[in-house]
Every structure is written in structure tokens, then in C-alpha cells.
């Protein structure tokens, strides 16, 4: 088993079109969207959490890819901007995931991309816009 | 023996002084007992770097030909209002100062992206600034509109000056309602989602000082990356508060008037900060350098997190509501309990750069660059009578 975290742009034409439930039917694939945004006549981004084994994965994304859907990575659309944070720490209890991780005895941050999910939460608590989610 | 802090000056100057951070003493004094380590050690450096709302800088941008005269009209900095009400040329910048057309808290909770404390760091980073005026004119200031790029290299004086800055502990706040709320503490999640603090703690100047025995009028300091003084004491300032049994305030207390030149001041340690649904603030970074002159100066720098106490306060009600205390190193663990619920915190003065401005100050002082001055009037300490009052309200009939 194997867990990626992907982001999905469409165009609209696609919108309509059941891709996900493609997904999961014809390559065992289990998706957790965690966030959507999806306009009708605009570009769709789905924010997706994709699990299942590597050949289907693969073979999945491929697919997506056939479509002329682009798919990248979640931690391409993610910046902590190391040099605009104060190293404060007022981020951290509000990410739920851990990906904002406090050393105790340093009192400092540490950004790990591969828990983010991008809810966006931090990002109102960070007075010094070090944080930036790309859509 | 006791030393003077003309001794300490004269070790500075020969080279031979020893600085340490009020982090390191902690350590230090433990292994080597108060009495020798007093000996030993010269200067014991503090910081803090945090938001402080009551902050500002004066300029004076030079005469314009013709002369205009801002006094009684109204001057704007990138879009931010400055106070005018001087003599032709001289202008201040509230940190908290918005743009007119920012929207505020019309859609809660507010962004609040840009003001007086932005436009200081933009300032002090040396970036062009449009000035913007309307005057009335007279026959000796007879220009009644100025539009024109401002630079701090040109001008004649940039100096930062902040009424009250490096709270003396303050409360760690928390939210017992069921909404969330957006507060100058940070945002608070409802029902004890989070508690958030501000303090440098074991590392906070007047904490190490806690009767102000070293600290006051002239005291000069690490201000914003440059050299400052104190002037006064900081509005607000209320040393007859609780304390422990070395002396450090259980409740926000003491506080610091300083000012400095802002053209020798850094964008590192002045930055400009978006509080959401509150507004906008200056984030401060503050060092000051605490003279070991005796056993007793050494003892008080030798606190550390365990022996700092501060007050949960529910910010949902708006008179203050103490729910109990808590100290720093349970607070810096990342999370207390309160009312039998674990709670993470999260500080918004930033630790990790209070240690920074604790090592520069100490590398300043160490190569000679800094000397230590002789405060000219001690802050009112425990007794003095200053107090904390609110407004006595009169209604106008």
C-alpha cells in the first residue's frame, strides 16, 4: 500500500464527468479528497489523498494523465518561507495534522510538506505571512 | 565584592569582561554558587522579540520648496495616516495605524495587511515611501499639497519611539466560549482549543530585574538591530502586583519606554505584523544588559522557566477573568491542563529570536562595540504608588 497526496487541475469540459469514481472502480484506488474547489465554466482543483498499491497508482495517475488532467504533487503548492518566520510558534496548535512541529528545546519550527494537507488553518495565525498555499 | 558599573566598562574596554545570556546563568550559577559566579561574571544579557502595539517612529522629511506646513492637515505614508500634529515637518507613525480604505473587520475576521508597523519595516529596509499631504497654507508654509517619495537615507531624522514596549510577563489567553475569537493573543479556538502566551520568560529583561534595581532612565539597550536607550518608564506600568518569592510579577507589570535612531535599525528585528481580526502591530526585538554589581543582580538573572507564573485569562468575557496560573516551562512543553482538559499552547513572542538578540547583544559587548551606561533614574519600583487605573468614565451631558 502505498499513500500519495496529489493535487488534480481540470478543465471545466471534465467537470461533469464522474473521474473519481473512475478511480476507485477500475484501479482500486482509495480516495480522500481533502479539499475542493470546483466552479462551474472555471478550472477544478481537487486536492486529493490517493492510497491503493504502486502498479495502480501508477496506472491511475497515468490515466489522469491521458485525460489531460494535470496532477502534481500537494507539497509543490505548499511555502513555508523560512526567512519570514519569527519562529513564535503560534501556528502549531492549530494544524491538525503535525505538520507544524515544535522543538521543545529550541523553541523552534519545523515545516514537514509530506503531513500537510493544506487545510489552510495556519494561515490566518501567522502574523508574518511565512505561510503560503498556492491556490 | 561588589562591582560598579564604571569597573564593568573599564573590563569591556581592556577586553577582559564576561558576558553571559540569562539562559547560560542559569546553568552557571547552579555549578558555581552565587557568590563566586557574581564574581566572575560581569553582564548578563536579556531579549525579547515580540508583538508591542504601542510603538511608533517620528521623522522629519525635510523643508519642501516651497515650504509646506503639515501641522493641521493631513499626511499619509503609503496610504497609512501619520500624525502631523508638530511643527511643519515632523511627522509619527503609530504602529497600529491602518490605510483608510482597509476594510477592517467588515468581513470578520480581518486580514489586515498593511500599517504602521509594515510601513516601519519597509522604512527601516530602506524601500521609497510615497508621502502624501494636504495642508491649509499660510503665508510662511504656502504649499497646501506634497506628493512625493520619501527614502530614510534622506531625511533628516528617522527615530523610533515606543511608549511601552517589553511587558513584564503577561496573561496566557484562552477562550471558555463556544465561538472561536480573534484577539490581539492570537486566534482562540472555543471551549479551551488553545492557549496562547507572550513572554520571553527565563530570557524577558525585567524579569531578570524584577525590582528594577539596574534598569532605567538612560539604560542602553539593543533596540530594533541598533543601539537605543530607555527614557522613561512604559505606559501602563504597574510594579505593585503579585509576586513570587524572587520577585518576578505572577501578573503583567512592568514595562519600558524606548527609543533609539531607526536608521541604524535592521528589518529583522522591526517587522511588521498582521494580527488577524485585531489589527496591525510592530513586532520588537529588545536586548538588555543587566550589570552584575552584587550577589543579590545575580540571583534574580538566575530564574528560569520553572519560577515564572502567569495568569490564564478568559479573553471570550471582557472583564478579565484570572481561571489560575500556570509557569513557563509547562506553558514551552506545549501543553497544560485547565479544568481537567489538555490544552496545547503557543507562544506569539518568539523564544528562539529572543536567544538571537541575547547572543548579538553579548557578541556586541564582548568586542568592545557596546559599553554599558549608568541609568540616570531607576523605573518606580514595588511601592511607588504608580498604578494601573481604568478610565473613570463621565458621561457629557
Not at chain 1, 472502480?25 to 472555471?42: G, M
Not at chain 2, 510662511?140 to 527614502?151: A, D, F, G, Q
Request: aromatic fraction near 8%.
Amino acid at each position: 500500500m502505498q499513500k500519495r497526496r496529489v493535487v488534480l487541475t481540470y478543465p471545466y469540459k471534465f467537470i461533469d464527468q464522474p473521474i473519481i469514481s473512475y478511480l476507485v472502480k477500475k484501479y482500486d484506488i482509495v480516495v480522500n479528497i481533502l479539499r475542493a474547489k470546483i466552479n462551474p465554466k472555471e478550472e477544478g482543483r481537487l486536492v486529493l489523498e490517493v492510497s491503493g498499491k504502486e502498479e495502480n497508482l501508477d496506472r491511475g495517475i497515468d490515466y489522469l494523465k491521458e485525460l489531460g488532467l494535470k496532477i502534481q504533487s500537494l507539497a509543490q503548492d505548499i511555502r513555508w518561507l523560512e526567512d519570514r518566520c519569527i519562529q513564535c510558534t503560534a501556528c502549531s496548535p492549530l494544524c491538525p495534522t503535525g505538520a507544524i512541529e515544535v522543538d521543545r528545546k529550541k523553541m523552534t519550527i519545523t515545516f514537514n510538506k509530506e503531513r500537510c494537507i493544506a487545510c489552510g488553518l495556519c494561515i490566518p495565525a501567522c502574523s508574518y505571512k511565512a505561510i503560503e498555499i498556492l491556490f | 565584592m561588589a562591582k560598579t558599573i564604571a569597573e564593568i566598562n573599564e573590563k569591556i574596554k581592556k577586553g577582559e569582561v564576561v558576558v553571559i545570556t540569562a539562559e547560560e546563568v542559569i546553568d552557571i550559577a547552579k555549578e558555581k554558587g552565587i557568590k563566586k559566579a557574581s564574581q566572575e561574571i560581569d553582564v548578563v544579557t536579556t531579549a525579547t522579540f515580540g508583538p508591542m502595539c504601542s510603538s511608533g517612529a517620528y521623522l522629519n522629511i525635510g523643508h519642501s520648496k516651497p515650504k509646506i506646513k503639515l501641522g493641521g492637515g493631513r499626511t499619509y505614508l503609503n496610504d497609512v495616516p501619520a500624525y502631523g500634529g508638530f511643527a511643519a515637518v515632523d511627522i509619527f507613525i503609530g504602529a497600529t495605524a491602518l490605510p483608510g480604505d482597509d476594510p477592517r473587520n467588515k468581513i470578520h475576521p480581518g486580514e489586515f495587511k498593511y500599517g504602521g508597523g509594515h510601513l516601519i519595516e519597509d522604512l527601516v529596509a530602506g524601500k521609497d515611501i510615497k508621502l502624501v499631504a494636504n495642508a491649509y497654507g499660510t503665508d510662511c508654509y504656502p504649499r497646501k499639497k506634497l506628493e512625493t517619495w520619501i527614502n530614510i537615507k534622506d531625511i533628516n531624522e528617522a527615530v523610533l519611539f515606543n511608549p511601552r514596549n517589553a511587558y513584564q510577563n503577561y496573561n496566557v489567553a484562552v477562550n471558555l466560549s463556544d465561538k472561536i475569537i480573534y484577539t490581539y493573543m492570537g486566534i482562540l479556538k472555543p471551549s479551551l482549543g488553545n492557549a496562547n502566551y507572550c513572554s520571553a520568560s527565563q530570557l524577558s529583561p525585567l524579569i531578570n530585574d524584577p525590582y528594577y534595581k539596574t534598569i532605567g532612565v538612560g539604560t542602553r539597550i539593543f533596540l530594533g538591530g541598533g543601539e537605543g536607550y530607555i527614557v522613561w518608564n512604559g505606559t501602563q506600568h504597574n510594579p505593585d502586583v503579585p509576586r513570587t518569592e524572587g520577585g518576578v510579577p505572577k501578573t503583567p507589570a512592568g514595562t519600558i519606554a524606548v527609543m533609539g535612531d531607526l536608521k541604524k535599525m535592521s528589518p529583522q528585528w522591526l517587522r511588521g505584523t498582521s494580527i488577524t481580526g485585531y489589527g496591525v502591530n510592530l513586532t520588537v526585538g529588545i536586548g538588555i544588559p543587566i550589570p552584575i554589581l552584587n550577589g543579590e543582580i545575580l540571583q534574580y538573572t538566575t530564574v528560569k522557566d520553572e519560577d515564572i507564573y502567569a495568569p490564564i485569562v478568559d479573553y471570550s468575557k471582557n472583564e478579565s477573568n484570572i481561571l489560575t496560573e500556570v509557569n513557563y516551562a509547562q506553558l514551552k512543553s506545549g501543553k497544560i491542563e485547565i479544568k481537567g482538559k489538555e490544552v496545547p499552547t503557543a507562544s506569539l513572542s518568539s523564544y528562539a529570536k529572543a536567544k538571537e538578540i541575547a547572543e548579538i547583544l553579548k557578541e556586541w559587548i564582548n568586542s568592545g562595540d557596546f559599553l554599558l551606561s549608568e541609568p540616570v533614574q531607576l523605573l518606580p519600583s514595588v511601592g511607588s504608588k504608580i498604578g494601573f487605573k481604568p478610565l473613570k468614565e463621565r458621561p457629557i451631558e
